[in-house]
């Protein structure tokens, strides 16, 4: 049965997003929406600097092997860490999605900049302060600079046909 849609969660060791997407060809509809989404090589540095874990040896060089590679190795000592992944720079989504023929419409930030407010839960409670974080949101969400802020990424693409 053909799908109008298609949702790939993407954070695999290699490049096997093409794999991934071939297997789905036969499986949604002509013009169908595929949503590929992906953690950023930059989320573990952003989230050790935000809650001050770079300071830590392993963890230290995980970020530096996901910056230079892509690679997500969980450190020894940081059990509740994600496990082994790549992970993923901002323009590798939109490439991985022609390189399987799927025409890339948009690559989104999934968090954007407002995972960084302090006590975010408190403030997004506020309407006013929520709207806030939303318009600031929505004035990056589409950057190709800001994507690395955010350590998740949502990539549009359709099946042509």
């Known amino acids: ?53 770079i300071h830590d040896p392993g963890y230290f060089e995980m970020c530096r092997c996901e910056l230079a590679e892509g690679l997500h190795l969980q450190p ?26 799927l025409p890339h419409e948009a690559t989104l ?6 995972w960084l407010v302090p006590d975010f839960e408190e403030k997004w409670q506020d309407g006013e302060n929520r709207e806030t974080i939303l318009r600031l949101v929505r004035l990056m969400e589409t950057d190709p600079v800001a994507l690395g802020i955010s350590p998740h990424h949502m990539a549009v693409a359709r099946k042509p046909g």
């Open 76 to 101: 020894p000592d940081w059990p509740g860490l994600f496990t082994t992944a790549y992970f993923h720079h901002p323009g590798e989504l939109e490439a991985e999605l022609a390189e399987a023929g």
């Open 109 to 114: 930030a999934v968090q954007g900049p407002g």
């Open 1 to 53: 049965m053909a799908r109008r849609y298609a949702l790939v969660l993407f954070f695999t060791l290699a490049y096997a997003f093409s794999w991934l997407i071939w297997g789905l060809e036969g499986r949604f509809e002509d013009g169908g929406l595929l949503l590929a989404f992906a953690i950023t090589s930059y989320a573990s540095t952003l989230g050790g600097l935000v809650n001050w874990w």
